[in-house]
């Protein structure tokens, strides 16, 4: 498979074949995670990452625990279940075709880990570094992926500090994926709108913090220097 990334063409067919790295957005219940599992549901050899998800307890959660057997039944028996929020690391390996599902659930896992909620600034270039890592990964993978990604642009401005970060680092990190993904569709009411040809807005995706911000990183949140140290684990 020639890589249209490497190659700086874009394929001419929509089908997975020829695409090496496909992104769907969309809000909840959209049907995002649906299609994307349609886009690979042609081939046994897939590996469903699950990246950050939350454990499923029937007994203190049962909605969320229903939600995720749903899903798993969607999905064909031949697929493999991976829960890891090494994503870097998933795309080095050699093997079959990755979907990736979700980078909101995987911007939160990486955020708790590092316990930088109360500490936005520390959190927005914790998620600035581990996105330019995943960027790199995806254009550097020779596997064919599909990556989910919740659209939060269109909701209200959260009144949090947490959840203004949350926000507007993962429209950053759509952007900057939409930036080397081969194609990008939008998924609304069940309806998928292709947004590979439309026109981009020129460095959406650029780094916001200043400077001096950067410079607080240390004192704003010390866990931080120690979220590189941590392998994340994953399930059997």
Same mark, same amino acid.
């Given at each position: ?10 394929p ?14 969309? %809000?909840?219940?959209?049907g ?5 599992? /349609?886009?690979?549901s042609?081939?046994l ?6 990246? %950050? ?11 969320? @625990? ?15 279940t ?6 870097? %690391?998933?795309?080095?390996?050699? !093997? !079959? ?6 980078? !909101? ?6 955020i ?17 570094? &581990? %996105? ?7 254009? @550097? ?9 919740n ?18 680092e ?15 569709? *939008?998924?609304?009411a069940?309806?998928v709108? &292709? *947004? ?6 020129? &460095?959406?995706? @650029?780094?916001?913090l ?14 931080? /220097? ?11």
């Amino acid at each position: 498979m020639v890589c249209a990334r490497r190659e700086g063409t874009r394929p001419s067919c929509p089908s997975l074949w020829c695409v090496a790295v496909t992104l769907v957005l969309g %809000g909840v219940r959209s049907g995002k995670s649906r299609y994307a599992e /349609s886009l690979l549901s042609h081939r046994l050899d897939v590996t469903y990452v699950a990246a %950050g998800a939350r454990p499923a307890d029937p007994g203190t959660d049962p909605e969320w @625990a229903a939600r995720v057997r749903a899903h798993q039944h969607s999905r064909r028996t031949s697929w493999r279940t991976r829960e890891t929020t090494d994503l870097v %690391g998933v795309l080095a390996e050699s !093997g !079959g075709a990755l979907l990736i599902d979700c980078l !909101g659930t995987w911007i939160t896992a990486l955020i708790d880990r590092a316990d930088a909620w109360e500490h936005p600034t520390a959190a927005a270039l914790l998620v600035q570094r &581990e %996105g330019t890592a995943l960027i790199e990964a995806l254009q @550097a993978t020779d596997r064919t992926v599909v990556v989910v990604s919740n659209e939060v642009g269109l909701s209200l401005v959260p009144v949090t500090p947490s959840g203004r970060v949350f926000q507007d680092e993962l429209g950053r990190l759509n952007a900057a994926v939409a930036d080397v993904a081969d194609r990008v569709v *939008l998924v609304v009411a069940g309806r998928v709108l &292709e *947004l590979t040809d439309a026109p981009r807005v020129p &460095e959406l995706s @650029a780094p916001a913090l200043a400077p001096q911000d950067r410079a607080t990183l240390a004192a704003d949140s010390p866990q931080m /220097s120690q979220t590189q140290d941590r392998a994340p684990q994953d399930a059997p």
